[in-house]
């Protein structure tokens, strides 16, 4: 089986000046379960002549850690091996506020460029693409955002002047989708994270612009459009930080099985300050730095972060309330 995923090489980064991981770079491997992809022969986005002339001496090499050791081949052209750690579908990044978990998260998803190290990803179709401190083109890093990546923040990206169906539909559009069939799977996607009772107002719902909107099904419409465009990994900060927690464990069940849905294909990597989030989504590690700023960002099992973090009896209290079947509000 063929891991893909991102590797995270000796990393710092300069935001709104600050100097955020400079103490403890950081370095990291996340790796989701692959099959044997048919790798294509050409990619614009990892093969373009910008990014060659920005890295001449490494061409389409890659870098990756094995248990903390870099592992390079610059010189000859050769692809390293896969990332090596654990795969999961399912990476939570945890910790105290201010540790810079929001930072990490658009490190991974060129949102913004470190000011040191490098930032490495592997695709399941084969394709690599990385980047340092001279980032990417605006071309380039559009064409990366709009192929593989998905996002769905605290704060929704939907444009205001547009109606819900219009969020949902101009990202497919630019993808040159014809607008009924673009139409078509903006209510099936809607379908999957509204309950069965809010299913019925869904053709109302859609001529609504998202002033219009709660707070909650704002963030449910912006994780809608998140999926829409079937991106290889889900990029969320806080995706269910404004639900109760009824809505929570939907949106929760939802992105669970539209990851698996897709064997191989998909993976989720989400900010949260929720303890029972990476309980419910059966996570086994997750991406934990203390408060101290000589810490180092680190994987620690679920286990290890109860601990860490005092979830303990918590947990098992809200896991057991997850599973449970949600009753539908109406």
């Known amino acids: 089986m063929t891991m893909w995923g991102c590797t995270i090489n000796n990393v710092e980064a300069a935001w709104r000046k600050a100097h955020i991981f400079n103490n403890c770079p950081i370095s990291l491997t996340l790796s989701f379960p692959g099959n044997k992809a048919k790798i294509e022969k050409q990619d614009p986005i990892a093969h373009s002549d910008s990014q060659d002339n920005r890295h001449p001496e490494k061409k389409s090499s890659m870098l990756y850690l094995n248990d903390g050791q870099p592992k390079t081949n610059y010189k000859t052209g050769i692809n390293m091996p896969p990332p090596v750690a654990v795969p999961q579908n399912f990476w939570p990044i945890i910790g105290p506020s201010g540790v810079g978990k929001s930072t990490?998260?658009?490190?991974?998803?060129?949102?913004?460029?470190?000011?040191?190290g490098e930032v490495n990803w592997r695709f399941p179709n084969g394709h690599e693409i990385c980047w340092n401190t001279n980032g990417l083109s605006d071309k380039e890093a559009a064409s990366l955002r709009a192929r593989y990546f998905g996002f769905a923040f605290q704060d929704s990206n939907l444009y205001p002047r547009l109606t819900v169906l219009e969020n949902l539909t101009y990202p497919l559009q630019l993808l040159n989708?014809?607008?009924?069939?673009?139409?078509?799977?903006a209510y099936a996607i809607l379908e999957k994270v509204f309950s069965k009772h809010e299913q019925q107002k869904i053709s109302d719902f859609m001529n609504r612009f998202p002033v219009q909107l709660s707070g909650g099904e704002r963030q449910r419409v912006a994780l809608a459009q998140a999926m829409i465009t079937n991106p290889n990994v889900l990029i969320a900060d806080e995706p269910t930080?404004?639900?109760?927690?009824?809505?929570?464990?939907?949106?929760?069940?939802?992105?669970?099985?539209?990851?698996?849905?897709?064997?191989?294909?998909?993976?989720?990597?989400?900010?949260?300050?929720?303890?029972?989030?990476?309980?419910?989504?059966?996570?086994?590690?997750?991406?934990?730095?203390?408060?101290?700023?000589?810490?180092?960002?680190?994987?620690?099992?679920?286990?290890?972060?109860?601990?860490?973090?005092?979830?303990?009896?918590?947990?098992?209290?809200?896991r057991t309330a997850m599973n449970q079947t949600v009753p539908e509000r109406g």
């Open 241 to 318: 930080g404004n639900l109760d927690l009824n809505a929570r464990i939907r949106v929760l069940k939802t992105i669970k099985e539209w990851v698996l849905e897709a064997k191989f294909q998909r993976g989720f990597i989400w900010v949260t300050h929720y303890s029972s989030d990476p309980r419910f989504m059966d996570v086994t590690n997750g991406i934990y730095k203390k408060e101290d700023e000589n810490s180092k960002w680190g994987k620690l099992s679920i286990a290890e972060l109860e601990l860490e973090t005092g979830w303990g009896e918590f947990i098992s209290q809200q």
């Open 177 to 185: 989708i014809p607008i009924t069939e673009a139409e078509q799977r």
């Open 104 to 116: 990490l998260l658009y490190l991974m998803s060129a949102l913004m460029w470190p000011s040191k």
